[in-house]
């Protein structure tokens, strides 16, 4: 019943890890079991979200086992 | 005759010159052909780049630009080589080329190409300086070039 986080670019340093495994649920709740620095973090505004490769912009996502949602900062180009 | 677009993500050092041969050779019906090649600054300072993708959104997101940009000009076709990985500086980061009948189409497409690929493309850069790696904030200025054209 496990789900992955992704998370691109600085926001992977901030996590210390390119993705986690978490347990699955509503996205609430699977952000309360980070650090809050973390978290506030992925909430900013100018992070964009992506479910199984897919951009979303449902911040009440519940992920279920085997999905993967990415956390995506700001681009900064080629 | 129906445009041709080459879109690639490359994972490993490309040739600008052979990629650029083969696209001019694929198109000699075209007038001109405009191609912008980005490198890695040589400033003494950054010892390497890398981009970051994201392997679900950064080729399709490439893929869909290309056809926009051949549903805006007159183009034979379009070539769009963008690296992901560790660089060295003075290696290619991206090449864009366009070909077309007439030449403004072709510069056209290419500034356009480029502008969007800088500040929409699902890439992260960061640059190591001093034996350290720093994360790169977007720029205003790739917003404005971008703005251009809206």
Same mark, same amino acid.
Do not use: C
């Given at each position: 019943?496990?789900a992955?986080?992704?998370?691109?670019?600085?926001?992977?340093?901030?996590?210390?890890?390119?993705?986690?495994?978490?347990?699955?649920?509503?996205?609430?709740?699977?952000?309360?079991?980070?650090?809050?620095?973390?978290?506030?973090?992925?909430?900013?505004?100018?992070?964009?979200?992506?479910?199984?490769?897919?951009?979303?912009?449902d911040?009440?996502?519940?992920?279920?086992?085997?999905?993967?949602?990415?956390?995506?900062?700001?681009?900064?180009?080629? | 005759?129906?445009?041709?677009?080459?879109?690639?993500?490359?994972?490993?050092?490309?040739?600008?010159?052979?990629?650029?041969?083969?696209?001019?050779?694929?198109?000699?019906?075209?007038?001109?052909?405009v191609?912008?090649?980005?490198? &890695?600054? *040589?400033?003494?300072?950054?010892?390497? @780049?890398?981009?970051? !993708?994201? #392997?679900?959104?950064?080729? +399709? %997101?490439?893929?869909?630009?290309?056809?926009? &940009?051949? *549903?805006?000009?007159?183009?034979?076709? @379009?070539?769009?080589? !963008?690296? #992901?990985?560790?660089?060295? +500086? %003075?290696?290619?980061?991206?090449?864009?080329?366009?070909? *077309?009948?007439?030449?403004?189409?072709?510069?056209?497409?290419?500034?356009? #190409?480029?502008?969007?690929?800088?500040?929409?493309?699902?890439?992260?850069?960061?640059?190591?300086?001093?034996?350290?790696?720093?994360?790169?904030?977007?720029?205003?200025?790739?917003?404005?070039?971008?703005?251009?054209?809206?």
């Amino acid at each position: 019943m496990k789900a992955r986080l992704v998370f691109l670019g600085k926001l992977a340093d901030l996590a210390g890890a390119g993705e986690i495994e978490v347990a699955s649920g509503p996205l609430e709740a699977v952000l309360a079991t980070l650090s809050p620095s973390l978290a506030v973090e992925l909430l900013g505004e100018r992070v964009r979200m992506a479910l199984n490769g897919e951009i979303t912009a449902d911040r009440a996502v519940v992920l279920g086992a085997g999905d993967e949602l990415a956390f995506l900062p700001p681009v900064s180009g080629g | 005759m129906e445009a041709r677009l080459e879109i690639r993500l490359a994972l490993a050092p490309f040739d600008p010159a052979t990629e650029l041969a083969a696209f001019t050779a694929a198109h000699p019906q075209a007038g001109g052909v405009v191609s912008f090649l980005g490198q &890695v600054r *040589a400033d003494g300072v950054v010892e390497a @780049l890398e981009l970051q !993708h994201f #392997a679900p959104l950064t080729l +399709p %997101g490439m893929e869909a630009l290309g056809r926009a &940009v051949l *549903a805006s000009w007159a183009l034979d076709g @379009l070539l769009i080589v !963008h690296r #992901a990985g560790t660089m060295a +500086p %003075g290696e290619p980061i991206v090449l864009v080329a366009a070909a *077309a009948r007439h030449r403004r189409d072709a510069f056209a497409a290419a500034d356009f #190409a480029m502008d969007h690929l800088k500040s929409e493309s699902w890439f992260w850069k960061r640059e190591k300086r001093a034996g350290q790696w720093h994360w790169i904030e977007p720029r205003e200025q790739d917003y404005a070039d971008k703005a251009r054209w809206s």
